[in-house]
C-alpha cells in the first residue's frame, strides 16, 4: 500500500499532539515539590522519635518507596502521572513505580518468569549501570588513595 503525500499528512498530524508546557511545567513542579515536602515531614516525625539523621533518612525512603508501589498497586500512580508528569518520577516514587508496574503487568505469567523477571524491565539498566559507574569511581578513589 502505498500514500500518497496528503494521505501521509494527514496521518502525521494525528499521531502527535503539542503538549501544553505552560501547563505540564508548573504542575510537575507542584507535585514534585509536595511529594519532597512529605518525604521531609516524614523524616522530621522519624527524627522526633530519636532515630538518627541517616536512620531518618534510610527510614523516610522506604516509606517514599512504599507510598509508590501502593499508589502503583491501588492503579492510582498512573492516574497521578498523567495529572503530574516528571513531578512524580524525579522522586524516589517514580522508581518504584517502574520497579512495582511491570511486576503487577506480568503476574498472572506466575512468580518467577512473570513478576520476577519483569520487575527489572525498566529499572533493571538503572541499577545496573549505577552500580557500574559506583565501582568505576571507587576504584578511581582507591586508585587516588
Partial sequence: MRMNRQEYKKLYEGL???TPSWKNVPM??????????????????????DMT??????????CMIALG???????????????????????ITGFANSMAAP???FR???????????MFSIAGPVIVFGVAASVVYGVFLWAVM
Fill in 16 to 18: 502527535g499532539q503539542p
Fill in 28 to 49: 510537575a513542579f507542584l507535585t514534585g515539590g509536595l511529594l519532597c515536602a512529605l518525604a521531609q515531614w516524614i523524616k522530621t516525625l522519624w527524627m522526633a522519635a
Fill in 69 to 91: 508501589v501502593g499508589l502503583t498497586a491501588a492503579g492510582l500512580f498512573g492516574r497521578l502521572g498523567r495529572m503530574a508528569g516528571a513531578g512524580t518520577l524525579v522522586p
Fill in 103 to 105: 511486576a503487577m503487568e
Fill in 108 to 118: 498472572t505469567e506466575g512468580l518467577i518468569t512473570g513478576t520476577c523477571v519483569k
Fill in 53 to 62: 539523621e541517616s536512620a531518618s533518612g534510610a527510614l523516610t525512603s522506604v
